[in-house]
């Protein structure tokens, strides 16, 4: 039987100070620990400095294979560039939603030596039977994300899925793909209230990047620079804090597949693990 109890505060997950690529500093949550995953979200990162020393190295050319890559820049300028002849101009509000696939290469490196330079970097599972597709690039500017202006003054972009709203749905630019994801971006003045249905089934989780917040009928803030992972439901409801919130709503179909991860491949097994490694050893990662 479905369960049609509205979703409830299962754990928070603290997110973590790191880096990645040439030194770029980093909050990570999901994938900061195995423990920490939430299929089929593996990893997000969240970066935000006006030091142009916490940013400016960036992400060289590097390879991936077997998940997704969404990267939201809120502030900002970087550049795309991959093996397949993309190039991206990453803008503030705007999104790329990269398929590896069997495999692709790939940079990310800012455009700018001074300023701010915000945004997010999510990795969404493939399962098995896709794993070894055919890489693809979409590159998605600000223009493209519906943005609903909410009654208390708050305001919800759509980058992925879909968010009913007064008897029709705003459908977001990615839809269609076997995870099924869900992402917003969802701003709220103080005490405001925002809720939305999310299917019964999906994983979901919200993280909180400026200000703080609740769901409705539970006492426990959830601070800045933390997630929220939900037990499952067909709805949820949140709460802004005293100063205002902004976060994330992620939500996706779990796989329920083995996931072994090395680095920048996932697959399903060591096995298949060995064979990108040699693979990228050999150039045979990206052929077709």
């Known amino acids: 039987m479905a369960n049609t109890a509205p979703r409830k505060l299962e754990r928070i997950i603290s997110a973590m100070n790191t880096s990645d690529g040439a030194g770029v500093r980093l909050r990570r949550s999901l994938g900061s620990s195995e423990g920490t995953r939430l299929d089929p979200f593996l990893m997000l990162d969240e970066f935000s400095s ?3 020393g916490d940013y400016i190295a960036g992400f060289p050319s590097h390879p991936h294979r077997g998940f997704e890559t969404v990267t939201y ?3 900002g300028h970087m550049r795309h560039e991959d093996h397949l002849g993309n190039q991206g101009d990453l803008r503030s509000g705007g999104v790329q939603w990269m398929t590896a696939g069997r495999g692709i290469i790939h940079s990310e490196m800012p455009q700018q030596e001074e300023g ?3 945004g997010f970097q999510l990795w969404i599972n493939l399962p098995a039977k896709e794993k ?4 693809g690039y979409r590159d998605i500017p600000a223009e493209e994300i519906p943005v609903h202006e909410l009654p208390s003054g708050g305001r919800v972009k759509v980058i992925a899925g879909t968010l009913p709203v007064n008897g029709h749905t705003i459908e977001g630019p990615i839809a269609g793909l076997t995870t099924e994801p869900m992402y917003l971006d969802v701003q709220l003045p103080a005490g405001a209230s925002f809720s939305a249905p999310i299917p019964s089934g999906l994983n979901a989780m919200a993280y909180v990047f400026e200000g703080n917040l609740q769901l409705a009928g539970d006492t426990r803030m959830l601070p800045t620079h933390s997630g929220a992972v939900l037990t499952d ?9 005293s ?3 902004r976060f994330l709503l992620l939500a996706g179909r779990p796989l ?4 072994v991860q090395y680095g920048p491949f996932v697959m399903n097994t060591t096995a298949e693990i060995e064979q990108a490694v040699r693979d990228y050893q050999t150039g045979r990662l990206t052929a077709t």
């Not at 329920?256 to 996931?259: F, L, Q, S, V």
């Open 132 to 135: 070894m597709k055919p890489a």
């Open 243 to 245: 100063s205002g919130a």
């Open 116 to 118: 701010r330079m915000r």
């Open 73 to 75: 820049i809120l502030d």
């Open 233 to 241: 439901g067909d709805s949820v409801e949140f709460i802004a804090g």
């Open 50 to 52: 006006d030091n142009p």
């Open 256 to 259: 329920n597949e083995p996931i």
